[in-house]
């Protein structure tokens, strides 16, 4: 077995753990949810696979300001971030085979172009030069 570790995300360590960091996978969660505790080896199994990728996981229960701020409406939800964009967000388990895809589509991602994607929305002036 590897060595891989899912972080435990809180208000006060979110930001330093997931900014700066190419590619971080974050599982919102709650213990008394069902799908997610039968979520959490595919997660786990998946952070083996990929030890490129940061996997963490946000306890809602516990972090309702984290919850509340990512508009967390349903569990467990799976965020996906590059290079502090948020280029994925599902609510529901996955199968390990459908994390894998999606985790490959994010790497395949370019974000040169998400991130004028992003820039077009927020101002449409910007978009056109």
Do not use: Y
């Amino acid at each position: 077995m590897g060595t891989a570790v899912v972080l435990d995300l809180t208000k006060d360590n979110f930001v330093s753990s997931i900014d700066g960091h190419p590619l971080a996978v974050v599982d919102f969660w709650a213990p008394w949810c069902g799908p997610c505790r039968s979520f959490a080896p595919t997660f786990a199994a998946a952070a083996e696979r990929h030890p490129d990728i940061r996997f963490a996981k946000v306890n809602t229960e516990e972090q309702h300001e984290l919850a509340a701020h990512f508009h967390i409406r349903s569990i467990p939800t799976l965020m996906i971030f590059r290079e502090n964009v948020i280029v994925f967000a599902q609510a529901g388990a996955l199968s390990a085979g459908a994390l894998d895809e999606v985790l490959a589509g994010a790497k395949a991602l370019d974000m040169e172009a998400v991130k004028r994607e992003a820039t077009a929305a927020q101002d449409p002036a910007k978009a056109a030069t």
